[in-house]
């Protein structure tokens, strides 16, 4: 009789059981996604930020491979600052040597007001290709209520002790480079700045009538 009742016994879950295996099933997909979701997120702005790093990087070493050997800065001049790098180099260390004007420039390419396209020409400003698209100079400058170039030419002409007008030892000697970069405006890392020096292996004629 004992198992006859036993077998006879079709109880299951109540109602109330069944609402509580839910919820608890609910709070755990909730915990469990808001931490897939933060994983996933600091991945993405990991990522972000090395590609920010190693394409700014690239584009910092070809300027300065191209100025170091430049002979003329026609832009910008001593003492000023700009958003246009414009100089004349050789294109072949040897005989038969052919000049090269090389521009860089920060412009706003897809015309929403805001400038994040470097481009670079070869051919004194008949084309241009971008070379990095997520410069954020002008979104800094915003920020910090300061402008912020991309390019300095270090040391301006100066009135010396008599009076008379006397270049400064870094006159047209040094450029600065300084790009703050972000890949994408919607993650959590901060636009990321890299700068750098660059002094010519030879001795650049600053705006020299050529430019």
């Given at each position: 009789?004992?198992?006859?009742?036993?077998?006879?016994?079709?109880?299951?879950?109540?109602?109330?059981?069944?609402?509580?295996?839910?919820?608890?099933?609910?709070?755990?997909?909730?915990?469990?996604s808001s931490v897939l979701t933060s994983s996933l997120n600091a991945t993405r702005d990991i990522e972000n930020a090395a590609r920010s790093n190693d394409d700014i990087r690239l584009v910092l070493q070809q300027i300065d491979n191209e100025l170091r050997g430049a002979e003329t800065i026609c832009?910008?001049?001593p003492g000023d600052t700009s958003n246009t790098l414009s100089f004349i180099t050789r294109s072949n260390p040897i005989p038969p040597e052919t000049t090269r004007h090389v521009i860089?420039?920060?412009?706003?390419v897809d015309g929403d007001g805001v400038s994040t396209?470097?481009?670079r020409s070869g051919d004194g400003g008949l084309t241009y290709i971008t070379v990095n698209d997520t410069v954020a100079?002008?979104?800094?400058?915003?920020?910090?209520?300061?402008?912020?170039?991309?390019?300095?030419?270090?040391?301006r002409n100066e009135i010396n002790n008599t009076g008379l007008p006397a270049a400064s030892p870094s006159y047209g000697k040094v450029v600065r480079i300084a790009i703050w970069v972000d890949r994408s405006p919607l993650d959590r890392i901060s636009p990321r700045l890299e700068s750098t020096e660059v002094a010519?292996?030879?001795?650049?004629?600053?705006?020299a009538a050529n430019c």
């Amino acid at each position: 009789m004992i198992l006859d009742r036993l077998r006879s016994d079709e109880r299951g879950l109540t109602l109330t059981e069944l609402m509580v295996a839910i919820f608890l099933l609910t709070i755990v997909s909730i915990v469990f996604s808001s931490v897939l979701t933060s994983s996933l997120n600091a991945t993405r702005d990991i990522e972000n930020a090395a590609r920010s790093n190693d394409d700014i990087r690239l584009v910092l070493q070809q300027i300065d491979n191209e100025l170091r050997g430049a002979e003329t800065i026609c832009e910008p001049a001593p003492g000023d600052t700009s958003n246009t790098l414009s100089f004349i180099t050789r294109s072949n260390p040897i005989p038969p040597e052919t000049t090269r004007h090389v521009i860089y420039r920060l412009v706003d390419v897809d015309g929403d007001g805001v400038s994040t396209d470097l481009q670079r020409s070869g051919d004194g400003g008949l084309t241009y290709i971008t070379v990095n698209d997520t410069v954020a100079n002008e979104a800094m400058a915003l920020e910090l209520g300061v402008a912020q170039f991309l390019f300095e030419n270090q040391g301006r002409n100066e009135i010396n002790n008599t009076g008379l007008p006397a270049a400064s030892p870094s006159y047209g000697k040094v450029v600065r480079i300084a790009i703050w970069v972000d890949r994408s405006p919607l993650d959590r890392i901060s636009p990321r700045l890299e700068s750098t020096e660059v002094a010519g292996r030879n001795i650049w004629t600053p705006n020299a009538a050529n430019c």
